[in-house]
């Protein structure tokens, strides 16, 4: 239709211009005009499409001349073309739903004289990859599939995936996970996991994987007894109950991590050990940690041994620690420890010594340079420290310091089976050495036992306990010495408070020097047994403390045995000087809780079996709630004073009473009026209670007035003392009893 109505226009623009040149021809006929050109000849351009599945596939020849085409099959443009016109096919749209790709054969070439029929074009359906994302995959083996195949094993560790297989576009698409990933277990989940492909590579799938966890447990056997708990990874407390057979942790742990499972807290009388308690969770709760319980004797410090022993044969001269908790220390022959050592022995060791065999602890005899022996426990029953024999039937020896740079402290102690030494130092266990004119304070014990000794506890030479000592105790073996401490007098106030013996009759016995020469109080309650035939207290000569004084305090006990022939005096100050020296004596007892001063004669003791007390130049005096018993000896003294006359010497009678007051030969001291007060004097021998020996201006005074008297003189209670110028008034001599 286009070409002919081309054709007919051209032949009316022909006929038009004959028309015109016939009108303006002159004279001229009408001529002929020559017949037309042919019109051209023109030829269509097509082909076919094979493979179209989708649609909107749009061809264009020469860039134009749009054509739709909607399914496989022949194809022909619109627009013929002339002969030897050229002309190219293209692919302005690709078809879609799905998705294609069509390609042109013989899209080009030059039109002939026939219709161009064998374009072709060929469509193809796209494919597109399938794969997406992977979060926490720390497992191996994770293996996915799409549409029930492709198998695509995932790394630990990796990000992303894409499986190998690509899809059509149209076609669905499915993944899922075959096989979850192990070591550690992990679960892998997915979303966006199905779907259809459309035009692009599919990016979204994605894989998140989280670890699993598992219980840890297992089995008890041999559980009788409440308060054990276990612990995993040292957390999470578990109690198991009494009789249980099998546990189990509360919380689950992740796979791939270790586990540990320890006891935290034995059961009561029980020892629970753990086996197989170690390792990594894999795949499945752990149920084979196996917990065995048994019942054990308790650890008692100071019996129970760990089976640890160490043996110390050599001298010490560096400190070192010997453990505790059940270690055997062996010393099998006797060692020094050496300046500047210091040896600390941990609580609950245990020290065995071989049959007198001893320590010696020897600091430096000059200077400064200590030695130390240091029992650091802490409680009697559950922190103490024990030094025994090695062979129960054999004793060892001792623990010795050595001078006055020699310390030994003792705390929660316990001694047993020592003292043989020979007889030194009368088989003391602790035998102590001081250096100086008063005792050094080279010993410290705290509530430490001494038992079984074949001799007193301590021994102090010259040496004395520390000031902050406090409890000891000293038990003896039937047939061992009555006294548990050996000490000069100078020491005695040095004994701990809390010191005991076993019995009544265990005492502290005076050993060295009897005398005391400087102010001392004496507070102990064990007894003090003094075996002496005098006891000085004052200074020492020529001019050490003018002026001492003894105080004995509420509960203290002095017992006094005769040495030789004289029974004990006591005697308080010296005479014969310008300034007499002088030594006070002071009481201090209480009514539920007297001094006593008493005979230290065993089985049976009698009235003067020591010669009593004689304040000789004792200003300072004083004497309350005491109790003064079994004295009177004669002690073969001699003052001067107005007592009566013995008619069967014709004289005066002898100086022997409990108590003598004065030097008879000067006026400087007269005691007072409550020189004696509250005091009990009883079962006394001696011709006085009291005997008067000062001078003063006249008689008295009488010292009697609150005290209690029975069996106490064989003359009268009270002499009557010297009066300045003689014992004659007025032409009359005085002599007699102040008070009878």
């Not at 003391?428 to 506890?457: Q, W």
């Not at 006593?596 to 000789?616: C, F, R, Y």
Request: with cysteine; aromatic share 6%; charged share 10%.
């Amino acid at each position: 239709m286009t070409t002919t109505i081309k054709s007919f226009a051209k032949g009316l623009g022909l006929l038009c211009v004959m028309a015109m040149a016939a009108c303006n021809g002159g004279g001229g006929g009408i001529g002929v005009p020559p017949p037309p050109p042919p019109p051209p000849q023109t030829f269509t351009v097509g082909g076919s499409v094979s493979g179209l599945a989708g649609s909107g596939l749009v061809l264009q020849d020469n860039g134009g001349n749009d054509l739709t085409v909607a399914s496989s099959g022949n194809f022909v443009f619109s627009t013929a073309l002339a002969s030897g016109t050229a002309f190219s096919v293209s692919v302005k749209t690709q078809p879609l739903s799905p998705t294609q790709t069509c390609v042109v054969a013989n899209a080009a070439g030059t039109v002939g004289s026939a219709n161009i029929t064998n374009v072709a074009v060929t469509c193809t359906t796209n494919t597109y990859s399938i794969g997406g994302s992977v979060t926490a995959l720390t497992g191996a083996g994770l293996v996915l599939q799409d549409n029930a195949g492709n198998d695509l094993t995932v790394a630990a560790g990796s990000s992303t995936f894409t499986f190998s297989t690509p899809i059509a576009s149209g076609a669905t698409y499915q993944v899922t996970v075959k096989t979850q990933p192990t070591a550690p277990s992990q679960t892998c989940a997915l979303t966006a996991a199905t779907g259809t492909v459309v035009s692009a590579n599919v990016t979204n799938v994605a894989v998140t994987c989280t670890t699993k966890t598992f219980t840890v447990g297992g089995g008890v056997t041999g559980l009788t007894a409440a308060g054990l708990v276990l612990e995993n990874n040292s957390s999470d407390d578990l109690t198991v109950a009494a009789t249980s057979t099998s546990f189990t942790f509360a919380t689950a742990v992740a796979s791939g991590a270790p586990y540990h499972v320890t006891v935290k807290t034995q059961p009561a009388g029980q020892t629970c050990t753990v086996a197989g308690a170690s390792g990594t969770v894999g795949a499945a709760p752990v149920t084979n940690v196996a917990v065995s319980c048994t019942t054990v004797a308790p650890f008692l410090c100071g019996v129970t041994e760990n089976g640890v022993v160490v043996t110390h044969a050599a001298n010490i001269s560096a400190s070192e620690s010997w453990a505790g908790n059940g270690t055997v220390h062996l010393v099998p022959n006797s060692i020094s420890i050496l300046a500047p050592a210091t040896v600390t022995i941990q609580k609950c060791a245990i020290v065995k010594l071989n049959a007198s065999v001893g320590i010696t602890v020897q600091g430096n005899a000059t200077g400064t340079g200590t030695a130390k022996l240091l029992a650091a426990g802490d409680d009697l029953t559950t922190g103490n420290i024990v030094f025994k024999a090695m062979d129960a039937t054999q004793p060892w020896g001792r623990l010795r310091g050595f001078n006055q740079n020699s310390l030994i402290e003792l705390d929660y102690a316990q001694i047993s089976g020592g003292g043989s030494v020979g007889g030194a130092q009368r088989n003391a266990v602790i035998a102590m050495a001081g250096a100086s004119t008063l005792p050094d304070p080279v010993l410290k014990v705290t509530n430490s036992v001494v038992i079984n000794t074949t001799g007193p506890g301590v021994y102090l030479s010259d040496a004395a306990f520390t000031s902050d000592s406090n409890g000891l105790v000293v038990q003896g073996d039937a047939g061992t010495p009555a006294d548990i401490i050996d000490a000069p007098a100078m020491a005695l106030g040095s004994i701990p408070p809390n010191t005991f013996g076993d019995t009544v009759l265990r005492d502290i016995l005076v050993v060295e020097n009897a005398n005391i020469f400087d102010n001392l109080t004496i507070n102990t309650n064990v007894p003090i047994h003094f075996k002496t035939d005098s006891v000085h207290v004052g200074g020492l000569a020529p001019n050490f403390v003018a002026n001492v004084t003894l105080t004995l305090n509420k509960g203290v006990t002095l017992k006094f045995e005769r040495a030789s022939t004289a029974p004990t005096l006591v005697g308080f100050g010296d005479i014969g000087q310008t300034n007499d020296k002088n030594a006070a004596l002071v009481i201090n007892g209480t009514t539920a809780a007297p001094v006593l001063l008493t005979s230290a004669v065993l089985p049976t003791p009698a009235p003067g079996d020591w010669a009593g007390l004689w304040l000789i130049t004792s200003v300072g005096s004083q004497l309350n709630n005491v109790i003064i018993e079994y004295a009177g000896g004669d002690a073969g003294v001699g003052p001067v004073n107005c007592g009566p006359i013995d008619p069967n010497t014709h004289s005066s009678y002898r100086h022997t009473a409990a108590l003598l007051v004065g030097d008879g030969s000067d006026l400087q001291y007269a005691p007072p009026a409550g020189l004696v007060t509250n005091g009990t004097f009883r079962n006394n021998a001696g011709n006085f209670a009291i005997d008067s020996v000062w001078q003063s201006a006249a008689f008295g005074p009488a010292l009697n007035a609150t005290n209690t008297f029975t069996a106490s003189s064989k003359v009268c209670t009270q002499s009557k003392n010297y009066i300045t110028g003689g014992c004659v008034v007025a032409g009359v001599d005085q002599s007699g009893c102040l008070v009878q």
